[in-house]
């Protein structure tokens, strides 16, 4: 027994989902290319004033969308964080060796 209109939710979930990763994969291109950046100029990997400009404009877009605004940061922050974590080791990569 199907339940075709459950698999037509089903499906625009699943598309939803794939389009989540992709975007999720390009923006995590850029951020890499962002470290780089970074640890070329001997920027720090994390810049607190823009963390908190990107929260406050996605939790504004999030009330604007429906969505829980915290619920929003709460999934920024975790991609912000992993960010930083990518930053953080290319400037270990790029640094000269103490050897």
């Known amino acids: 027994m199907t339940d075709e209109q459950l698999e037509k939710y089903r499906s625009s979930i699943d598309n939803i989902d794939a389009a989540l990763v992709h975007l999720l ?11 780089e950046y970074k640890a070329s100029a001997g920027l720090p990997a994390a810049d607190l004033d823009r963390e908190a400009e990107q929260v406050a404009r996605l939790r504004s877009l999030a009330e604007e969308s429906g969505l829980d605004p915290v ?6 922050r975790f991609i912000v964080a992993e ?5 953080q080791r290319i400037a270990e990569q790029a640094a000269p060796s103490s050897d």
């Open 25 to 35: 994969a390009e923006r995590f291109k850029i951020t890499q290319d962002v470290g």
């Open 71 to 76: 619920f929003s940061e709460k999934f920024l």
């Open 83 to 87: 960010v930083i974590h990518h930053h």
